[in-house]
Protein backbone atom coordinates (compact mmCIF):
# COMPACT_ATOMS: atom_id res chain seq x y z
CA UNK A 1 0.00 0.00 0.00
CA UNK A 2 1.41 3.37 -0.79
CA UNK A 3 1.95 6.08 1.63
CA UNK A 4 -0.76 8.39 0.40
CA UNK A 5 -2.98 5.08 0.74
CA UNK A 6 -2.01 4.28 4.59
CA UNK A 7 -2.43 8.07 5.32
CA UNK A 8 -5.77 8.00 4.31
CA UNK A 9 -6.84 4.47 5.78
CA UNK A 10 -5.38 6.00 8.84
CA UNK A 11 -7.73 9.02 8.28
CA UNK A 12 -10.65 7.35 7.58
CA UNK A 13 -10.28 4.80 11.00
CA UNK A 14 -9.79 7.83 12.87
CA UNK A 15 -13.09 9.33 10.92
CA UNK A 16 -15.07 6.76 11.79
CA UNK A 17 -14.47 5.80 15.49
CA UNK A 18 -14.51 9.42 16.75
CA UNK A 19 -17.51 10.51 14.81
CA UNK A 20 -19.24 7.03 15.32
CA UNK A 21 -18.59 5.83 18.66
CA UNK A 22 -21.77 3.70 18.78
CA UNK A 23 -21.63 -0.12 18.59
CA UNK A 24 -25.18 -0.20 17.29
CA UNK A 25 -26.87 1.57 14.64
CA UNK A 26 -28.47 4.47 16.35
CA UNK A 27 -32.80 3.98 14.71
CA UNK A 28 -31.54 0.18 13.75
CA UNK A 29 -34.86 -1.05 15.46
CA UNK A 30 -37.25 1.87 13.65
CA UNK A 31 -35.49 1.58 10.47
CA UNK A 32 -34.37 5.43 10.52
CA UNK A 33 -32.12 6.78 8.53
CA UNK A 34 -29.25 8.75 10.11
CA UNK A 35 -28.44 12.28 8.54
CA UNK A 36 -26.45 13.43 11.03
CA UNK A 37 -24.57 10.45 9.98
CA UNK A 38 -24.30 11.08 6.20
CA UNK A 39 -23.30 14.72 6.75
CA UNK A 40 -20.23 13.22 8.80
CA UNK A 41 -19.64 11.21 5.51
CA UNK A 42 -20.19 14.36 3.48
CA UNK A 43 -17.87 16.49 5.56
CA UNK A 44 -14.91 13.88 5.51
CA UNK A 45 -15.30 13.82 1.74
CA UNK A 46 -16.19 10.07 0.80
CA UNK A 47 -19.40 11.55 -1.45
CA UNK A 48 -16.45 13.44 -3.48
CA UNK A 49 -13.80 10.83 -3.20
CA UNK A 50 -13.53 9.52 -6.95
CA UNK A 51 -15.17 12.84 -8.54
CA UNK A 52 -12.58 14.93 -9.95
CA UNK A 53 -11.91 18.54 -8.62
CA UNK A 54 -13.14 20.51 -10.84
CA UNK A 55 -16.73 19.30 -10.23
CA UNK A 56 -15.87 19.73 -5.88
CA UNK A 57 -14.59 16.53 -5.59
CA UNK A 58 -11.11 14.67 -4.19
CA UNK A 59 -10.29 12.84 -7.64
CA UNK A 60 -8.77 10.09 -5.90
CA UNK A 61 -8.82 6.43 -7.27
CA UNK A 62 -11.17 3.67 -6.78
CA UNK A 63 -8.22 1.78 -5.10
CA UNK A 64 -8.10 4.41 -2.33
CA UNK A 65 -11.79 4.89 -2.34
CA UNK A 66 -11.98 0.77 -2.02
CA UNK A 67 -8.99 0.97 0.82
CA UNK A 68 -11.46 3.78 2.46
CA UNK A 69 -14.33 2.14 2.34
CA UNK A 70 -13.46 -1.38 3.81
CA UNK A 71 -11.65 0.79 6.95
CA UNK A 72 -15.42 2.69 7.35
CA UNK A 73 -16.64 -0.89 7.59
CA UNK A 74 -14.72 -1.70 10.01
CA UNK A 75 -15.06 1.16 11.96
CA UNK A 76 -19.01 2.22 11.66
CA UNK A 77 -21.50 -0.02 13.38
CA UNK A 78 -24.43 1.51 11.26
CA UNK A 79 -23.63 -0.49 7.55
CA UNK A 80 -27.64 0.67 6.48
CA UNK A 81 -25.80 4.29 6.23
CA UNK A 82 -22.67 3.04 4.50
CA UNK A 83 -24.99 1.11 1.77
CA UNK A 84 -26.84 3.78 1.27
CA UNK A 85 -23.92 5.81 0.37
CA UNK A 86 -22.72 3.05 -1.62
CA UNK A 87 -26.04 3.63 -3.40
CA UNK A 88 -25.62 7.19 -3.74
CA UNK A 89 -21.87 6.86 -5.09
CA UNK A 90 -22.19 3.72 -7.69
CA UNK A 91 -25.83 4.32 -9.15
CA UNK A 92 -25.68 8.12 -9.13
CA UNK A 93 -22.18 9.67 -9.24
CA UNK A 94 -20.65 7.11 -11.22
CA UNK A 95 -23.25 7.08 -13.64
CA UNK A 96 -23.52 10.89 -14.15
CA UNK A 97 -19.56 11.56 -13.64
CA UNK A 98 -19.16 8.81 -17.05
CA UNK A 99 -22.41 9.40 -18.89
CA UNK A 100 -23.34 13.36 -17.83
CA UNK A 101 -23.14 15.87 -20.39
CA UNK A 102 -21.01 18.99 -19.77
CA UNK A 103 -23.77 20.32 -18.35
CA UNK A 104 -25.24 17.51 -16.43
CA UNK A 105 -22.08 17.34 -14.76
CA UNK A 106 -21.41 20.94 -13.42
CA UNK A 107 -25.58 20.96 -12.77
CA UNK A 108 -25.60 17.77 -10.72
CA UNK A 109 -21.90 16.36 -9.84
CA UNK A 110 -20.92 19.75 -6.96
CA UNK A 111 -24.16 18.63 -5.24
CA UNK A 112 -24.02 14.92 -5.38
CA UNK A 113 -20.10 14.98 -4.64
CA UNK A 114 -20.96 16.94 -1.31
CA UNK A 115 -23.86 14.97 0.32
CA UNK A 116 -25.67 17.86 -0.47
CA UNK A 117 -27.84 15.78 -2.71
CA UNK A 118 -28.77 12.16 -1.95
CA UNK A 119 -28.93 9.87 -5.07
CA UNK A 120 -31.11 6.48 -5.31
CA UNK A 121 -31.29 4.51 -7.99
CA UNK A 122 -35.32 3.33 -9.66
CA UNK A 123 -34.50 0.26 -11.90
CA UNK A 124 -36.27 -2.88 -10.38
CA UNK A 125 -40.02 -3.26 -10.80
CA UNK A 126 -42.23 -5.19 -9.30
CA UNK A 127 -42.36 -7.67 -12.54
CA UNK A 128 -38.42 -6.76 -13.57
CA UNK A 129 -36.22 -7.61 -10.97
CA UNK A 130 -33.39 -9.88 -12.33
CA UNK A 131 -34.61 -9.53 -15.67
CA UNK A 132 -34.45 -5.63 -15.48
CA UNK A 133 -34.69 -4.92 -18.81
CA UNK A 134 -38.11 -6.49 -19.35
CA UNK A 135 -39.12 -3.37 -17.18
CA UNK A 136 -42.56 -1.60 -18.21
CA UNK A 137 -41.88 2.26 -16.59
CA UNK A 138 -42.54 3.83 -20.51
CA UNK A 139 -41.11 7.04 -21.65
CA UNK A 140 -42.69 8.48 -24.64
CA UNK A 141 -40.76 11.29 -26.32
CA UNK A 142 -42.11 15.05 -27.14
CA UNK A 143 -40.27 17.11 -29.00
CA UNK A 144 -39.15 19.05 -25.72
CA UNK A 145 -39.30 16.26 -23.07
CA UNK A 146 -39.72 12.71 -21.83
CA UNK A 147 -42.92 11.96 -20.22
CA UNK A 148 -42.73 8.83 -17.76
CA UNK A 149 -45.18 6.37 -16.29
CA UNK A 150 -44.71 3.36 -14.63
CA UNK A 151 -43.39 2.30 -10.87
CA UNK A 152 -40.37 1.17 -9.51
CA UNK A 153 -39.20 -1.03 -6.69
CA UNK A 154 -36.78 -1.77 -3.77
CA UNK A 155 -35.25 1.98 -4.73
CA UNK A 156 -32.30 2.73 -1.67
CA UNK A 157 -32.77 6.21 -0.38
CA UNK A 158 -36.24 6.36 -2.04
CA UNK A 159 -37.91 8.62 0.85
CA UNK A 160 -34.87 10.67 1.42
CA UNK A 161 -33.44 11.00 -2.25
CA UNK A 162 -32.97 14.64 -3.99
CA UNK A 163 -32.59 12.80 -7.06
CA UNK A 164 -33.04 9.86 -9.02
CA UNK A 165 -31.27 7.90 -12.02
CA UNK A 166 -34.05 6.07 -13.19
CA UNK A 167 -34.59 3.83 -16.51
CA UNK A 168 -37.63 3.89 -18.80
CA UNK A 169 -38.34 2.16 -21.76
CA UNK A 170 -39.26 4.06 -25.10
CA UNK A 171 -40.97 0.51 -25.92
CA UNK A 172 -40.66 -2.54 -24.93
CA UNK A 173 -40.62 -4.36 -28.00
CA UNK A 174 -37.33 -3.16 -28.55
CA UNK A 175 -35.96 -5.47 -25.89
CA UNK A 176 -32.41 -3.65 -24.09
CA UNK A 177 -32.57 -1.21 -27.19
CA UNK A 178 -35.34 0.42 -25.79
CA UNK A 179 -34.09 1.08 -22.72
CA UNK A 180 -33.02 4.67 -21.57
CA UNK A 181 -31.64 6.36 -18.49
CA UNK A 182 -32.61 9.65 -17.01
CA UNK A 183 -31.60 11.89 -14.31
CA UNK A 184 -34.63 12.93 -12.69
CA UNK A 185 -34.93 15.55 -9.50
CA UNK A 186 -37.04 14.51 -6.84
CA UNK A 187 -39.13 17.67 -6.88
CA UNK A 188 -39.95 17.13 -10.73
CA UNK A 189 -43.76 17.15 -11.25
CA UNK A 190 -45.13 13.81 -11.25
CA UNK A 191 -42.79 11.87 -8.94
CA UNK A 192 -43.86 10.68 -5.74
CA UNK A 193 -42.42 7.92 -3.53
CA UNK A 194 -44.69 5.48 -2.34
CA UNK A 195 -44.48 3.27 0.43
CA UNK A 196 -41.37 2.40 2.54
CA UNK A 197 -40.04 -1.04 2.16
CA UNK A 198 -39.31 -2.98 5.78
CA UNK A 199 -36.57 -4.96 5.94
CA UNK A 200 -33.85 -7.84 7.95
CA UNK A 201 -30.97 -5.96 7.68
CA UNK A 202 -29.51 -2.84 6.84
CA UNK A 203 -32.39 -1.52 8.03
CA UNK A 204 -31.33 2.30 8.35
CA UNK A 205 -30.72 2.32 4.73
CA UNK A 206 -34.45 3.66 3.68
CA UNK A 207 -35.92 1.74 1.04
CA UNK A 208 -39.24 2.51 -0.89
CA UNK A 209 -41.51 2.73 -4.32
CA UNK A 210 -40.73 5.67 -6.62
CA UNK A 211 -43.97 6.39 -8.76
CA UNK A 212 -43.54 8.43 -12.07
CA UNK A 213 -46.95 9.64 -12.83
CA UNK A 214 -46.95 11.82 -16.76
CA UNK A 215 -43.64 12.88 -15.05
CA UNK A 216 -42.24 15.19 -17.93
CA UNK A 217 -38.16 15.16 -17.89
CA UNK A 218 -36.62 17.83 -20.19
CA UNK A 219 -34.74 15.96 -23.14
CA UNK A 220 -31.76 17.60 -21.63
CA UNK A 221 -31.93 15.06 -18.43
CA UNK A 222 -31.78 12.16 -20.39
CA UNK A 223 -28.18 9.88 -18.96
CA UNK A 224 -26.42 8.79 -22.04
CA UNK A 225 -27.72 7.64 -25.65
CA UNK A 226 -31.00 7.13 -26.40
CA UNK A 227 -32.14 3.36 -26.32
CA UNK A 228 -28.42 3.15 -24.62
CA UNK A 229 -29.91 3.08 -21.02
CA UNK A 230 -28.91 -0.65 -20.60
CA UNK A 231 -25.51 0.54 -21.00
CA UNK A 232 -25.58 2.64 -18.20
CA UNK A 233 -27.43 0.62 -16.13
CA UNK A 234 -25.06 -2.62 -16.24
CA UNK A 235 -22.51 0.08 -16.08
CA UNK A 236 -23.30 1.62 -12.66
CA UNK A 237 -23.74 -2.23 -11.89
CA UNK A 238 -19.86 -3.32 -12.40
CA UNK A 239 -19.38 -0.36 -10.28
CA UNK A 240 -21.75 -1.27 -7.74
CA UNK A 241 -20.95 -4.98 -7.44
CA UNK A 242 -17.10 -4.38 -7.38
CA UNK A 243 -17.26 -1.99 -5.00
CA UNK A 244 -20.29 -1.95 -2.31
CA UNK A 245 -18.45 -5.26 -0.60
CA UNK A 246 -15.65 -3.03 0.55
CA UNK A 247 -17.43 -2.57 3.38
CA UNK A 248 -18.13 -5.87 4.44
CA UNK A 249 -14.65 -6.98 4.41
CA UNK A 250 -14.11 -4.25 6.85
CA UNK A 251 -17.28 -6.04 9.25
CA UNK A 252 -15.59 -9.36 8.50
CA UNK A 253 -12.24 -8.19 9.59
CA UNK A 254 -14.24 -6.64 12.83
CA UNK A 255 -16.19 -10.09 13.04
CA UNK A 256 -12.90 -12.09 13.54
CA UNK A 257 -11.59 -9.92 15.99
CA UNK A 258 -14.42 -10.25 18.13
CA UNK A 259 -14.55 -14.09 17.44
CA UNK A 260 -10.38 -14.69 18.67
CA UNK A 261 -11.24 -12.23 21.39
CA UNK A 262 -14.39 -14.33 22.67
CA UNK A 263 -13.05 -17.56 22.19
CA UNK A 264 -9.65 -16.31 24.41
CA UNK A 265 -11.58 -15.54 26.91
CA UNK A 266 -14.81 -17.51 26.85
CA UNK A 267 -14.21 -20.75 29.50
CA UNK A 268 -15.86 -23.75 29.29
CA UNK A 269 -14.78 -27.69 30.22
CA UNK A 270 -12.07 -25.79 32.19
CA UNK A 271 -10.75 -24.18 29.04
CA UNK A 272 -10.75 -21.39 26.82
CA UNK A 273 -13.22 -22.51 24.11
CA UNK A 274 -10.81 -21.80 21.48
CA UNK A 275 -8.35 -24.70 22.31
CA UNK A 276 -11.62 -26.90 21.25
CA UNK A 277 -9.71 -27.56 17.29
CA UNK A 278 -13.66 -27.33 15.87
CA UNK A 279 -13.95 -23.95 17.60
CA UNK A 280 -10.48 -22.65 16.51
CA UNK A 281 -11.47 -24.36 12.65
CA UNK A 282 -14.38 -21.64 12.30
CA UNK A 283 -12.05 -18.71 13.25
CA UNK A 284 -9.30 -19.99 10.41
CA UNK A 285 -11.87 -20.33 8.21
CA UNK A 286 -12.97 -16.88 8.59
CA UNK A 287 -9.76 -15.81 8.58
CA UNK A 288 -8.75 -17.45 5.13
CA UNK A 289 -12.24 -16.12 3.83
CA UNK A 290 -11.52 -12.67 4.48
CA UNK A 291 -7.89 -13.38 2.69
CA UNK A 292 -8.97 -14.45 -0.04
CA UNK A 293 -12.49 -11.37 -0.21
CA UNK A 294 -9.71 -8.87 0.15
CA UNK A 295 -7.65 -9.21 -3.28
CA UNK A 296 -11.04 -9.59 -5.20
CA UNK A 297 -11.92 -6.29 -4.47
CA UNK A 298 -8.99 -4.72 -4.57
CA UNK A 299 -8.88 -6.06 -7.91
CA UNK A 300 -11.63 -3.82 -8.92
CA UNK A 301 -9.62 -0.67 -7.81
CA UNK A 302 -6.98 -1.50 -9.78
CA UNK A 303 -9.04 -2.39 -13.11
CA UNK A 304 -10.64 0.28 -12.97
CA UNK A 305 -7.85 3.06 -11.78
CA UNK A 306 -6.44 1.67 -15.21
CA UNK A 307 -9.22 2.48 -16.95
CA UNK A 308 -10.44 -1.78 -17.83
CA UNK A 309 -13.21 -3.83 -17.96
CA UNK A 310 -14.13 -5.15 -14.55
CA UNK A 311 -17.46 -6.89 -15.13
CA UNK A 312 -16.15 -10.23 -15.00
CA UNK A 313 -14.12 -9.64 -11.94
CA UNK A 314 -16.94 -7.47 -9.78
CA UNK A 315 -19.25 -10.40 -10.65
CA UNK A 316 -16.87 -12.80 -9.13
CA UNK A 317 -15.87 -10.21 -5.86
CA UNK A 318 -20.03 -9.44 -5.28
CA UNK A 319 -20.54 -13.35 -5.87
CA UNK A 320 -17.65 -14.72 -3.65
CA UNK A 321 -17.60 -11.98 -0.60
CA UNK A 322 -21.55 -11.97 -0.24
CA UNK A 323 -21.18 -15.68 0.49
CA UNK A 324 -18.56 -15.83 2.70
CA UNK A 325 -19.87 -12.54 4.84
CA UNK A 326 -23.23 -14.96 5.46
CA UNK A 327 -20.61 -17.77 6.22
CA UNK A 328 -18.92 -15.91 8.47
CA UNK A 329 -21.68 -14.09 10.10
CA UNK A 330 -23.06 -17.67 10.80
CA UNK A 331 -20.37 -18.31 12.52
CA UNK A 332 -19.69 -15.81 14.28
CA UNK A 333 -23.11 -16.58 15.99
CA UNK A 334 -22.17 -20.24 16.60
CA UNK A 335 -18.85 -19.39 18.38
CA UNK A 336 -21.11 -17.42 20.39
CA UNK A 337 -23.26 -19.68 21.26
CA UNK A 338 -26.92 -18.29 22.43
CA UNK A 339 -25.43 -15.19 23.67
CA UNK A 340 -24.67 -14.79 19.53
CA UNK A 341 -28.43 -15.44 19.00
CA UNK A 342 -29.32 -12.91 21.31
CA UNK A 343 -29.57 -9.37 20.66
CA UNK A 344 -27.39 -8.01 23.07
CA UNK A 345 -24.15 -9.02 22.01
CA UNK A 346 -25.22 -7.17 18.28
CA UNK A 347 -23.34 -10.13 16.23
CA UNK A 348 -26.75 -11.52 14.94
CA UNK A 349 -27.43 -8.11 12.89
CA UNK A 350 -24.14 -8.72 10.52
CA UNK A 351 -26.03 -11.87 9.55
CA UNK A 352 -29.29 -9.76 8.94
CA UNK A 353 -27.17 -7.17 6.89
CA UNK A 354 -24.99 -10.14 5.17
CA UNK A 355 -28.17 -11.67 3.60
CA UNK A 356 -28.83 -8.75 1.67
CA UNK A 357 -25.92 -8.92 -0.12
CA UNK A 358 -26.14 -12.00 -2.02
CA UNK A 359 -29.53 -10.04 -3.53
CA UNK A 360 -29.03 -6.84 -4.19
CA UNK A 361 -27.21 -5.65 -7.52
CA UNK A 362 -27.80 -8.90 -8.88
CA UNK A 363 -28.91 -12.13 -6.85
CA UNK A 364 -26.25 -14.60 -6.69
CA UNK A 365 -27.56 -16.87 -9.40
CA UNK A 366 -27.31 -13.88 -11.69
CA UNK A 367 -23.44 -13.05 -11.06
CA UNK A 368 -23.26 -17.41 -11.56
CA UNK A 369 -24.86 -16.55 -14.87
CA UNK A 370 -22.69 -13.16 -15.75
CA UNK A 371 -19.53 -15.47 -15.16
CA UNK A 372 -20.49 -18.38 -17.17
CA UNK A 373 -21.25 -15.76 -20.05
CA UNK A 374 -17.81 -14.16 -19.51
CA UNK A 375 -16.15 -17.86 -19.50
CA UNK A 376 -18.14 -18.55 -23.19
CA UNK A 377 -20.91 -20.50 -21.42
C1 LIG B 1 -31.15 -4.46 0.16
C2 LIG B 1 -31.57 -4.28 -1.26
C3 LIG B 1 -31.38 -3.06 -1.88
C4 LIG B 1 -31.79 -2.86 -3.20
N1 LIG B 1 -31.63 -1.63 -3.76
C5 LIG B 1 -32.08 -1.42 -5.04
C6 LIG B 1 -32.00 -0.10 -5.62
O1 LIG B 1 -31.50 0.85 -5.01
N2 LIG B 1 -32.51 0.08 -6.86
C7 LIG B 1 -33.06 -0.94 -7.57
O2 LIG B 1 -33.47 -0.70 -8.71
N3 LIG B 1 -33.16 -2.20 -7.05
C8 LIG B 1 -32.68 -2.45 -5.81
N4 LIG B 1 -32.78 -3.71 -5.25
C9 LIG B 1 -33.44 -4.77 -6.01
C10 LIG B 1 -32.51 -5.88 -6.46
O3 LIG B 1 -31.71 -5.44 -7.51
C11 LIG B 1 -33.38 -7.10 -6.82
O4 LIG B 1 -33.97 -7.56 -5.60
C12 LIG B 1 -32.58 -8.21 -7.44
O5 LIG B 1 -32.09 -7.81 -8.68
C13 LIG B 1 -33.44 -9.49 -7.61
O6 LIG B 1 -34.67 -9.23 -8.19
P1 LIG B 1 -36.01 -9.75 -7.50
O7 LIG B 1 -35.94 -9.38 -6.08
O8 LIG B 1 -37.15 -9.29 -8.29
O9 LIG B 1 -35.89 -11.34 -7.54
P2 LIG B 1 -36.27 -12.31 -8.81
O10 LIG B 1 -35.64 -11.76 -10.03
O11 LIG B 1 -37.72 -12.56 -8.80
O12 LIG B 1 -35.49 -13.61 -8.38
C14 LIG B 1 -36.02 -14.58 -7.48
C15 LIG B 1 -35.06 -15.77 -7.46
O13 LIG B 1 -34.95 -16.34 -8.77
C16 LIG B 1 -33.59 -16.36 -9.16
N5 LIG B 1 -33.46 -16.12 -10.60
C17 LIG B 1 -34.14 -15.22 -11.36
N6 LIG B 1 -33.74 -15.28 -12.61
C18 LIG B 1 -32.77 -16.23 -12.68
C19 LIG B 1 -31.95 -16.75 -13.71
N7 LIG B 1 -32.01 -16.29 -14.98
N8 LIG B 1 -31.07 -17.74 -13.40
C20 LIG B 1 -30.99 -18.21 -12.13
N9 LIG B 1 -31.72 -17.74 -11.11
C21 LIG B 1 -32.60 -16.77 -11.39
C22 LIG B 1 -32.92 -15.26 -8.37
O14 LIG B 1 -31.53 -15.45 -8.25
C23 LIG B 1 -33.66 -15.37 -7.04
O15 LIG B 1 -33.07 -16.37 -6.25
C24 LIG B 1 -32.38 -3.94 -3.93
C25 LIG B 1 -32.56 -5.17 -3.31
C26 LIG B 1 -32.16 -5.36 -1.99
C27 LIG B 1 -32.38 -6.70 -1.34
Known amino acids: ?9 RAALEFGKKAFPEDRPPGEAEGEFNRTGWKQLAEFGLFGMPVPAEYGGLGLGLGDVIAVME ?4 AIADQGLLFSANAHLWTNVIPVLIYGTAQQKQEYLPRMASGEWIGANAGSEPDAGSDI ?22 CTNAQVA ?13 GPMGITSFVVPRDTPGVAVGKHIDKMGLRTSPMGEVIFEDCEIPLANRLGREG ?8 AMEWERGCILANCLGVMRRQLEKAIAHCQTRKQFGKSIG ?15 LETCRPLVRRI ?3 KDAGKDASLEAAMAKLYVSECYVKSSLD ?29 SGTSEIQRNIIAKCLGL
Do not use: H
Not at 1 to 9: A, D, G, K, N
Not at 338 to 348: F, I, L, P
Open 301 to 303: GEL
Open 228 to 235: RGAQVFEC
Open 1 to 9: MSTEREELV
Open 275 to 289: KFQSVANRIVDMKLR
Open 332 to 360: LIQLFGGYGYTTEQGVERDLRDAVGSTLY
Open 133 to 154: FAMRTRAVKTDTSYVLNGTKTF
Open 162 to 174: DVFVAYATLDPAL
Open 71 to 74: TLGY
